[in-house]
């Protein structure tokens, strides 16, 4: 297995309602970071966590870590449909140099 | 303006045939990257570039050679396609500190490759 798992692999809500997807890894972190990837684009940077943070939140995202777990999540609240996404952590490893390592994603579809 | 861009989008060739992607970011970073993503949509890194030098070299193929003429292009060559090698690649960019990836990377819009 990999550094950086989500779960669930995918998750269907409606419109309003909270999203939550976790991240779990298994070496030492610098950070956690959150992508969000529209279907057929690039990924784009969310939010960043350092291993010394527990919580951050960025408008209507909410990220947290526990290092003692190897555990994130990431909160979205208030869902759109324009949120629907596949969602990635990655991770900066303290071994792993200039590599960020991405978790399988989590597809999250919001319903109108 | 586009960040990171890459051309082409689309390339669908037949097996054996050499084809390279090009890379460009507008962003003055230090730092790119190529990625590979498979119809899962697992992201794996294949190579890094910082200056223009060589940093990660993934458990790739010889058949893929990067180059970087200059920090703000990286391209990606590949000999002698195989089937196998149908992906989505993204190019990324970003700027270590102190030879960490501690900070977000850019990724361009991705190139559709398939392999027939």
């Known amino acids: 297995s990999q550094q950086g798992e989500e779960d669930p692999q995918a998750l269907s809500i409606q419109e309003g309602e909270n999203a939550t997807m976790n991240c779990s890894y298994k070496?030492?972190?610098?950070?956690l970071q959150w992508y969000r990837q529209n279907s057929g684009r690039g990924l784009v940077h969310l939010i960043l966590?350092?291993?010394?943070?527990r919580e951050k939140h960025s408008g209507r995202l909410r990220v947290t870590l526990d290092t003692s777990k190897k555990s994130s999540s990431l909160l979205i609240t208030a869902s759109r449909a324009a949120d629907t996404a596949s969602y990635f952590c990655?991770?900066?490893?303290?071994?792993?140099?200039?590599?960020?390592?991405f978790g399988e994603g989590t597809q999250l579809t919001v319903n109108p | 303006d586009t960040a990171v861009s890459q051309t082409p989008k689309y390339l669908v060739t037949q097996m054996g045939n050499d084809k390279s992607i090009k890379c460009e970011q507008n962003?003055?970073?230090?730092?790119m990257y190529w990625y590979k993503q498979d119809s899962k949509k697992f992201l794996k890194i294949m190579f890094s570039?910082?200056?223009?030098?060589?940093?990660i070299n993934e458990t790739v193929p010889n058949r893929f050679s990067p180059k970087s003429p200059d920090k703000a292009h990286l391209n990606l060559h590949i000999n002698s396609l195989e089937l196998g090698d149908s992906a989505v690649y993204f190019c990324?960019?970003?700027?270590?500190?102190?030879?960490?990836?501690?900070?977000?990377?850019?990724f361009g819009p991705g190139t559709r490759l398939t392999v027939t």
């Open positions: 990655a991770t900066d490893g303290e071994t792993s140099g200039s590599r960020l390592t």
């Open positions: 966590i350092r291993s010394n943070e």
């Open positions: 990324a960019s970003s700027q270590l500190r102190g030879g960490r990836a501690s900070y977000e990377q850019y």
């Open positions: 962003l003055g970073h230090d730092t």
């Open positions: 570039y910082n200056n223009k030098e060589l940093i």
């Open positions: 070496t030492s972190i610098n950070n």
